[in-house]
């Protein structure tokens, strides 16, 4: 008794010191000093294992007050060694893990902070009561937020906002303002690099109103508008707080130094940080301080500020210097030499923009002084900034992020193909061309990509069906919340599910984390093959291909031709005059309305000439053409286009599309098996009258050529076609569709209104999982046109198919004739059947029609150049394709059948 009496009086003790009203230095000793004591009286055996492990993890806690992280991990890891070793249940290690986590993140030690702060989110699932829940979230948050993954850390910041306001155990309300004052300060900080400046303003007024630190507020104001381009703006908040403090204030000084290149005062900035950067060198070694992020940012305003003053020498050094600071496993002095890609870092969007400043300015001085030394360090710096956004994609957890990520990497890419193609002119070396061509295509369509390798390797990972079904559940809860948040319009209910959407997107990034717990998983994804220009070589050779690809810089555009005979460069055009040119054809061909082709025949003649032209010689001997088109040109059927011949091109090349040669090589065969799915809720027979859309009576012919399953009229549901589709070899969709070009909508497929939920949208279809499906026939309007983001190109109905995993599709760019689709889609279907290829069967079908003379009236481009077809140049087998009546009848027959079934109709009358 006088034992158990001895380690409880300690016990009491040293938590009354652990929770001092007023803590300092000597409560916090005490309580050491008590905790320790507790600890070492275990091998008596009288401490109960709970009391043991709450000892183990203050002590541990009160070593991360003192910033003695490597201490507070060997204390918190025997506590957990001990609670493993008793069997305690996991829900009572919460706080060991998270703190786990936090000493991680202040050793920069990336991996492990995350391991264990997923260890604390399992934990606090099991958890009775909540108590620094908000906490947890803010540390996932900023974890999140210096791997640059902002939309994310938005999340997690949100989170632990919710948290803290709901934790009834915090009745310290100055304790909750000081917590409330940094989530909104760390929130603030991710939508100002998202770019979202609204909605940081708001967050940091917020921040400001709780009076804690006004000076923080005010120089995070400034960074923001540093961020808008708006120095003096900036300036005025920078002026906002204590000068006299500001003085010794590295971020204050960085911030200044920001309004000053803004301002092109380079001068300035060198006066300012020059002494201050380098009296945090580490002494003897003229190298600085590793993991020194304010200096980092000291080194890259330096590095600029000389660019500024065209000295590149000092630039590309401080460049370097800057690094060296923000990456702790890099130690090479050389200017040579680069950090290699593999590990979380600290700051990774810092790292990747110094690394591009370093390459272009490398480049620079190989100009100024001509030293091919300097060259090769230009192309091996850009490469590294490249495999670091790769290995940063692959730890991003949603789409959103890594469309982010990609805008904000385009310029880099940007420069790094025009200093190539540059470089490639001055040496007529190949592999600066081959490597200009790499960064073009690599650059094109990332989130896609990424999306698609996951999906295949999720299927050989080994991860269990009932993660993968709750995958599935979580998007489709996610799917639901947005569309309900879309569609409401009670602030209130609003507020409830803007917080659903989150925690789902929280839940799913859960998901995803464990999935990284699979070896194959992982490592696999990390693996992933880039671009091989060789294979992609030998792919363009065997198949006889001419590949077309497209890439936009600054003020040109490259145009590069594949060809068995090579690789070759055409010369660039002027990225004014192309838009101008392509939105004339555009506007032409849509104002037309299937009458006047003069106006048309003008702008297509022009558009070949600036596009197509200079690298027509190189492949106009090839049947199939494969175009790779970047950012305004993903809108132009290029067979529309006007030879110089006067003849449109889809007469003599049959022409496919893809996002980016990424997809070049990709095998699009399909496994055997699965049936032809057809939908055709519009056929104005037994359909379900809707005042939206109007009747499709030619849609049902579409899908009587099908052998599978044909849905019509009310039958043609959404229901029908999700129980469906993933088990289809084929997809026809004869129907309505919506989509615009405006960002936030999001366009749809509609299916029979017998049913209320009869709008399949893209956020739908990217749950969906077609990697077994050959082809998706979209026969409904405007099914490839949408949003259009320079890095990611057209967000549309056709992408969220090949997101689910569809190789190839036909789709349309602008309006579809109900009539000419019919027409078009039957004889695609009918020259596959013959085993053509899909690019070639559908430039066989839209000759056909041009050649009709009894559909004389709709040869004008405008019916038919709509229709293109996305995907690799393939030999399909016509398994899972029956014709029934062309084992019937012989073609004249056939043929005559059909255009007795024919209505003259008005050209125009039914569109999709």
């Known amino acids: 008794m006088g034992q158990e009496s001895d380690w409880l009086e300690k016990y009491e003790a040293a938590v009354a010191y652990f929770y001092a009203e007023v803590p300092d230095a000597k409560t916090d000793s005490s309580a050491m000093h008590l905790f320790q004591g507790i600890i070492e009286a275990q091998a008596d055996g009288m401490v109960p294992d709970t009391v043991l492990l709450d000892a183990y993890e203050k002590l541990g806690t009160l070593f991360l007050i003192q910033n003695a992280p490597e201490k507070s991990i060997q204390t918190l ?25 936090e000493n991680f993140f202040l050793m920069n030690q990336a991996d492990s902070s995350i391991f264990y702060l997923n260890r604390a989110e399992a934990a606090l699932r099991t958890k009775a009561d909540k108590n620094e829940t908000g906490r947890l979230y803010n540390s996932l948050g900023v974890i999140y937020y210096e791997s640059g993954n902002y939309t994310q850390a938005v999340n997690y910041f949100s989170k632990a906002k919710s948290a803290l306001l709901e934790d009834r155990s915090l009745d310290n309300s100055t304790a909750t303002e000081y917590a409330l004052f940094s989530l909104l300060s760390n929130e603030a900080a991710a939508w100002t690099n998202l770019n979202a400046f609204t909605k940081a303003a708001d967050l940091y007024t917020q921040a400001l109103e709780l009076t804690i630190d006004r000076d923080e507020i005010m120089r995070k104001l400034a960074a923001l508008y540093v961020e808008k381009n708006a120095p003096d703006t900036a300036l005025y908040y920078l002026q906002q707080t204590e000068q006299q403090a500001a003085a010794g204030n590295r971020l204050h000084q960085n911030i200044l130094a920001d309004i000053y290149l803004l301002t092109n005062q380079p001068d300035k900035v060198i006066d300012l940080l020059q002494d201050a950067a380098t009296k945090e060198m580490n002494p003897g070694t003229n190298t600085p301080t590793a993991n020194n992020y304010r200096n980092g940012e000291s080194f890259q305003l330096l590095g600029k500020a000389w660019h500024q003053k065209k000295q590149y020498k000092k630039a590309l050094q401080s460049f370097h210097l800057a690094l060296l600071s923000f990456d702790e496993s890099f130690q090479q002095t050389d200017v040579f030499q680069n950090p290699t890609p593999g590990n979380v870092n600290w700051g990774m969007t810092d790292l990747f923009e110094t690394l591009l400043l370093k390459a272009e300015t490398a480049g620079l001085l190989a100009k100024e002084t001509q030293e091919v030394s300097l060259h090769r360090l230009s192309f091996h ?220 025949e003008s702008a297509a003649t022009k558009a070949f000439q600036q596009v197509i032209a200079a690298a027509y010689r190189e492949i106009e001997d090839y049947r199939d053409w494969i175009i790779l088109p970047d950012q305004i040109l993903v809108h132009v059927p290029f067979d ?98 919506f989509s615009s070009s405006k960002p936030g909508t999001d366009p749809f497929i509609v299916f029979s209104p017998a049913e209320t939920d009869h709008l399949l949208y893209a956020e739908e279809l990217y749950q969906l999982n077609l990697q077994n499906t050959s082809l998706v026939f979209l026969s409904a309007c405007q099914t490839h046109t949408g949003t259009l983001i320079a890095s990611e190109g057209l967000i549309s109905l056709s992408r969220a198919f090949s997101y689910a ?108």
């Open 381 to 600: 710096t850009y490469q590294t900034a490249f495999d670091l956004v790769f290995y940063m994609n692959n730890l991003y957890d949603n789409e959103e992020a890594r469309i982010f990520l990609g805008e904000a990497v385009r310029k880099g890419y940007e420069s790094a193909v025009a200093a190539a193609i540059d470089r490639y002119k001055q040496t007529n070396d190949p592999n600066d061309l081959i490597q200009g061509f790499s960064w073009a295509e690599e650059s094109k369509a990332t989130a896609l990509e990424l999306a698609r390798n996951e999906a295949r390797i999720k299927e050989k990972a080994g991860i269990p069906p009932e993660l993968l079904q709750q995958e599935k559940n979580l998007k489709f809860q996610l799917t639901r919340a947005n569309r309900q948040l879309m569609e409401n319009y009670s602030p209130k209910r609003a507020e409830e599910l803007e917080a659903a959407v989150r925690d789902s997107k929280l839940a799913l990034s859960r998901l995803y984390a464990s999935y990284n717990d699979f070896t194959v998983y992982f490592s696999e994804k990390i693996a992933a093959e880039r671009i091989e220009f060789s294979v992609l070589q030998s792919h363009v050779n065997s198949n006889n291909l001419a590949v077309l690809s497209y890439f936009f810089a600054a003020d040109d555009i490259f145009c590069f031709t594949l060809t068995p005979q090579g690789l070759k460069l055409a010369e660039s055009s002027e990225k004014a005059t192309v838009t101008s040119t392509i939105r004339t054809l555009q506007s032409s061909v849509l104002n037309s309305r299937g009458n006047s082709r003069k106006d048309l």
């Open 805 to 912: 995993g569809c190789s190839n599709l036909v789709s349309s760019i602008w309006k579809a004739n109900d009539k000419t689709t019919a027409y078009i889609s039957q004889e695609f279907y009918r020259w596959v059947d013959r085993g053509y290829s899909f690019p070639v069967a559908l430039q066989r079908a839209k000759n056909a029609l041009r050649n009709d003379p009894e559909m004389a009236q709709f040869h004008h481009p405008y019916y038919w150049a709509n229709l293109v077809f996305i995907g690799n140049r393939t030999e399909p087998s016509p398994a899972w394709i029956r014709f029934w009546y062309l084992s019937l009848l012989p073609a004249p027959i056939i043929l005559a059948w059909w255009l007795s079934k024919k209505s003259p109709g008005k050209p125009g009358l039914f569109n999709r």
């Open 77 to 101: 890891k025997k506590g957990i060694l001990t609670a493993r070793k008793n069997n305690l249940l996991d829900s009572l290690l919460f706080h060991s893990y998270l703190f786990m986590g």
């Open 640 to 737: 529309m286009m006007l030879d110089p011949a006067g003849q449109f091109l889809v007469e003599n090349h049959a022409l496919s599309y893809l996002y980016s040669g990424k997809f070049l090589h990709e095998d699009s065969e399909k496994p055997a098996g699965g049936q032809t799915l057809g939908f055709a809720p519009f056929t104005g027979q037994d359909s379900m009258p809707h005042p939206a859309f109007e009747p499709l009576p030619y849609s049902g012919s579409e899908i009587d050529v099908l052998a599978g399953l044909a849905f019509t009229g009310q039958s043609a549901t959404k229901t029908e076609f999700l129980k469906h589709s993933e088990s289809a070899s084929l997809i026809h969709l004869a129907t309505h569709a």
